[in-house]
Structure formats: C-alpha cells, structure tokens
C-alpha cells in the first residue's frame, strides 16, 4: 500500500512538471516577445486631443502659421516670410505644400509654375499694433503717437509688410520705421523683447503673445483681411502626403483649430 501511494505521488509530480514547462529559456531557445494589436491596447482617454494626422509631406508655410499648423498636421515644416518661400521654391528648394499668407504671392508661384492645381484659401487674418505690456513710449494705437518712435514693421514684400503700408495709406499715416523685418514673429519678438515701442503683426500673433504685449486695433483692418492660400506643389517629392495634408488644414478640425487661434474663416 505504501508502494502504490508512493508511485501515484510520484505520477502526480511528473505530470505537473510536463504541463508547467520550463520556465528558463535554453541556450538556442529564447522566450516569445508577447503580441501587441490595436486591440490591446488601452482605451483612449475621451480628455485628451486626438493626435495630429502623422505625414512625410514637406510644408512650407507663412511664418504666422508656425503655432497652428503642427497641431494639424504632423509634417516637416519651414516657416518663413511668403515672399521668401517662394524664392526657395524658385531655387530648387524642394516643398509638397505651400501655405500663403497672402494671395499675391500664392499668384507669384502659380506663374512661376511651381503649384500644380487650383490654390484654396483657408483663413484670414488682419494687422494690429502691439507694444511691450508697460507700453513705456505711451502707444495709443496706429495714428500719431508713432511718429519718432522706434516701430517696427515687416519688409514690403512679406504679406504683412504690404498690409501695412496699405494700411497706412488708408489711414493717411507716414509711417518711419527703425527696421523691416523678412517675418512677422521677429516683428512680435523685438516688441516683446523691448527692443521695439511698437511693431505691426497680425491679430493671431498678439493674441498668441498674450500678457506679453498691448493691443490696438488698425482702422479698417478687419474689413480687409489678408487672405491665407495652401496648394500642392508641382511635382511634390510626397504627392499622397501633401494631399493629406492640405485635406488636414481645409477639412472641419483644421478650420477649428485655426479659429482656436484667431484666425477667421475664408471668405
């Protein structure tokens, strides 16, 4: 009797052993790496934003884009001055997408044959000034406090450069600047820095500066916005992905997350 309890104890480890298996990986074996899906993973948190849309396209786009676009669309983007991109788009410069703040200049590289279809616009925007938040040289808006100030615009050829010397005619100012700037953040950046009693940027910009600056309206200019063109690039290196892309900007989140920024709707 004792025999026969030790040999059904003895069975009875065996076969655990057998179903437990061999918990140490041997010298040509090593553990499966645990599988992972969609499915599996955790359920998102209905709080947190959605992620940008990820894309290889790259997007050349107005300076005053560089805070809203990323949240878009996730894409190589270079921020500059209009007028500029489409000088690097004239040199070579390889772009999927442009994005204007303007429409002249959005003309200028249809006629130079750089865009390949019809350009949308997608927002607008219009001038203010803005001075440091002390407002120390006493600003009381676009009109003659500026005289002999140190006011800061953008160049001539930038969209917001132009908006402002028709702005000024409109409002029969003469305007002396101590710097144009290639685009409108270093405008914004050398009021908030205090190196400027005033500067001319767009309403976006100040808004995105918030306490850091002072604000005045420009007669006239929310009734003649600036108007912000996008269009793909002839013979974009990333054709799909520029597509995507322009699809992000124009389509329902993209139009809320530029009116989340100031901009208006296109016209």
């Known amino acids: 009797m004792k025999l026969t309890k030790l040999a059904v104890a003895l069975s009875a480890t065996v076969l655990l052993a057998a179903c437990g298996g061999n918990t140490t990986p041997t010298d040509t074996e090593s553990p499966a790496a645990p599988e992972t899906s969609a499915s599996q993973s955790a359920p998102a948190d209905p709080t947190t934003p959605a992620a940008a849309p990820t894309s290889d396209a790259i997007v050349f786009a107005a300076a005053s884009l560089n805070a809203v676009f990323p949240e878009i669309a996730d894409a190589k983007y270079s921020f500059d001055g209009s007028s500029g991109l489409v000088d690097q788009m004239m040199g070579g410069a390889p772009a999927d997408v442009f994005a204007s703040a303007d429409q002249k200049n959005m003309d200028k590289a249809v006629a130079e044959g750089l865009i390949d279809g019809d350009p949308v616009m997608f927002a607008t925007n219009y001038l203010v000034v803005v001075t440091p938040a002390d407002n120390p040289a006493g600003i009381t808006g676009f009109d003659a406090s500026l005289d002999g100030k140190k006011l800061v615009i953008c160049a001539a050829d930038v969209p917001c450069g132009a908006a402002t010397l028709k702005a000024a005619e409109a409002n029969n100012l003469t305007l002396t600047p101590v710097s144009e700037e290639a685009k ?73 997350a530029l009116a989340g920024y100031g901009f208006g709707p296109a016209q």
């Open 184 to 256: 409108v953040t270093d405008v914004l950046g050398k009021v908030t820095s205090g190196e400027a009693d005033a500067g001319l940027v767009y309403a976006t910009d100040a808004t995105g500066a918030g306490d850091a600056v002072q604000v005045f309206d420009v007669p006239g200019a929310k009734e003649d916005p600036n108007t912000y063109w996008i269009a793909k690039v002839k013979d974009a290196p990333n054709g799909a992905a520029a597509d995507a892309v322009i699809a992000a900007i124009t389509g329902a989140d993209g139009q809320a």
